[in-house]
Nanobody, 117 residues
């Protein structure tokens, strides 16, 4: 079972930045579309951002546009989520996802991000 590894969560003050990483062992990273999701307490998991295999196209949920940036380094098998101007409502567990068409679908264990003063 492939397990993605997500270091980088933590506590940050409102308005501050935080960068999440997701390391992907055990498969050909460049073949996978990568996504970040998040789930706040009592809410459903929601899609945050998507990046294509080459990194050439990125998409974001409306509430994250202009504040979050997804990127990837195919040489390091790593995807990143740079989060700026964080708000308390961004508090959630953030999950990394790797998907190869409908054949393979891998998830990280989640990392807690708490935005609070």
């Amino acid at each position: 079972q492939v397990q993605l590894v997500e270091p980088g969560g933590g506590l940050v003050q409102p308005g501050g930045p935080l960068r999440l990483s997701c390391v992907t062992p055990g498969f050909t990273f460049s073949n996978y579309v990568m996504r970040w999701y998040r789930q706040a307490p009592g809410k459903e998991r929601e899609l945050v951002a998507t990046i294509t295999r080459s990194g050439g196209t990125t998409t974001y949920a409306d509430s994250m546009k202009g504040r979050f940036t997804i990127s990837r380094d195919n040489a390091k098998n790593t995807v990143y989520l740079q989060m700026n101007n964080l708000k308390p409502e961004d508090t959630a567990v953030y999950y990394c996802n790797a998907r190869y068409y409908t054949l393979f679908d891998y998830w990280g264990q989640g990392t807690q991000v708490t935005v609070s003063s």
